[in-house]
């Protein structure tokens, strides 16, 4: 079921958000050549905390049942998303995705971006910029009474479009009064397929985008999830709200 917020709920949801963009912000100061993802995770659930919020992904489980151990995910180059922060230290020419979800006042907010660390290739620039930009292509499509795949269509076709390819399984969801609802949203699709979006939907909207082979397999550690190929791939997403004109984007300073 497709969840449609109230206004008290809305206004809940947006400052989870806000906390959310804050570290996003502050972590993305911090990236830099030597620093360990694990000192990124301790930066963010020191910020998250002092918000009086929660790290919202700290001991979530899924349906392996593990928890997960951090309040980040940190993915690097060829790991998609849900990397956990360890004592790896950042390269000079590495890619980080980092996935940020808080929750506050029991309403959840969440969003990612991907960095480059030092001097990257040609190559991992146009990655980064193609993902990002799909995400705002998709962004647009959601407003009243479009359909949710019009959201999927515009990110496959732009990002296949540009010589990428959109991982096929994994996908973004609905967000709010839980981490993850309904509906489910692939960044592949047909055009005009889907539920209707309606005012009051907030949605997390997130292209995971792979140089190579849209394929994944899970890691050994039962979350990371990696490219196929061991290719490099980005991630870039933004927690939203379904206006009857142009889309809000909640996950904003």
């Known amino acids: 079921m497709i969840l449609i917020k109230s206004k008290k709920e809305i206004d809940y949801i947006r400052e989870s958000c806000r906390i959310v963009a804050q570290t996003l ?41 593990v928890k997960f151990p951090a309040s980040i995910c940190t993915s690097v180059n060829d790991e998609v998303v849900h990397g956990i922060p360890s004592e790896y230290k950042l390269k000079d020419g590495d890619i ?5 979800g808080v929750k506050k006042n029991n309403y959840f907010g969440d969003a990612a971006i991907t960095v480059g660390v030092g001097k990257i290739s040609d190559e991992q ?20 009474s479009n359909r949710l795949q019009d959201i999927s269509y515009a990110i496959q ?11 096929r399984d994994l996908c973004g ?3 709010g009064k839980y981490l993850h609802e309904d509906p489910s949203i692939p960044n592949f699709g047909k055009k005009g397929s889907g539920p209707k979006l309606k005012r009051g939907m907030t949605l997390a909207i997130e292209p ?30 933004h927690t939203i709200l379904v206006t009857d004109n142009k889309p809000e984007i909640l996950t904003v300073c």
């Open 173 to 175: 969801h609905g967000v």
């Open 96 to 100: 980080i995705s980092i996935d940020v």
């Open 25 to 65: 912000l502050l972590l993305k100061s911090k990236i830099d050549i030597g620093v360990t993802t694990k000192e990124l995770d301790l930066i963010a659930e020191d910020y998250i905390r002092s918000c009086d919020a929660i790290p919202a992904f700290k001991g979530y489980s899924q349906g392996n049942g």
């Open 208 to 237: 995971m985008v792979n140089v190579g082979s849209w394929q994944v397999k899970v890691a050994n550690d039962n979350w990371t999830i990696k490219t196929f190929d061991g290719k490099d791939s980005a991630h870039f997403e």
């Open 125 to 144: 620039k146009k990655l980064i910029e193609v993902t990002e930009r799909s995400l705002y292509i998709g962004i647009e499509q959601a407003v009243e």
């Open 157 to 167: 076709e732009y990002v296949e479009s540009n010589g990428f390819s959109v991982v």
